[in-house]
């Protein structure tokens, strides 16, 4: 049982150049999350998809966007790579929200660094 | 005030002793709480889920509730060298789909 697949696991990037982090989940989740991870600054949620067809924005979307692509796959796109953007990102996903109190379940992150 | 709040640390304990990690979260409606482990290098694993006041024991591990003053606090017993790791407590914003963490705080277990 793969659960949530990230890829790439590491990427360098210069600044200004695009890439897109890859995210799916084999569990059937209804709900998809990306994070990011700094030091000192715990997870950050970036954006969120509820379910299939609808996407939010979190505490840090800017510089970001997304696509929820269908119910297994939710990807993030830098466009224009920047030094803040170096980070630690992790998808999640989970049952049903939220609001029903379930557990989310993180893949095994993805390590971008921009210089 | 942050949404969740946890003491970064390090927190640092003996092997076989209890450690004590501390939780505080602002909104008050908030029905569902979880502790995430988090090793160096690694994404966070679930290790407990509260939702009622009072405690929820699994293993060595303990946790406590109190919505009135809205902490939640995790107690590890008999603490190991292999518990050092970053703990994450998580609490579902009401109403939505989002998750917010606090920033964690390092626990050492010093063999």
Request: charged share 15%.
């Amino acid at each position: 049982n793969a659960g949530v697949t990230q890829t790439p696991k590491f990427q360098v990037l210069k600044t200004g150049q695009s890439m897109t982090l890859q995210c799916a989940q084999d569990m059937n989740h209804n709900s998809m999350y990306w994070y990011r991870q700094d030091p000192g600054m715990g997870l950050r949620l970036i954006y969120y998809s509820a379910s299939e067809g609808t996407t939010d924005k979190g505490e840090v979307p800017n510089g970001y966007n997304v696509s929820r692509l269908n119910k297994r796959e939710f990807s993030l796109r830098l466009e224009s790579a920047a030094p803040s953007q170096t980070s630690v990102y992790f998808c999640a996903s989970n049952p049903t929200g939220a609001y029903s109190g379930n557990t989310i379940y993180f893949g095994e992150g993805s390590w971008l660094t921009v210089v | 005030q942050k949404e969740v709040e946890q003491n970064s640390g390090p927190l640092s304990v003996p092997e076989g002793a209890i450690a004590s990690l501390n939780c505080t979260y602002s909104d008050r409606v908030s029905q569902s709480f979880f502790w995430y482990r988090q090793y160096s290098g690694k994404s966070p694993e679930l290790i407990m889920s509260i939702y009622s006041n009072g405690d929820k024991e699994d293993g060595r591990f303990t946790a406590q509730l109190n919505k009135a003053s809205q902490y939640v606090s995790l107690l590890i017993r008999d603490s190991q060298p292999s518990d050092s790791a970053t703990y994450l407590c998580a609490v579902p914003t009401s109403g939505t789909y989002k998750y917010i963490f606090g920033t964690g705080t390092r626990l050492k277990v010093l063999a």
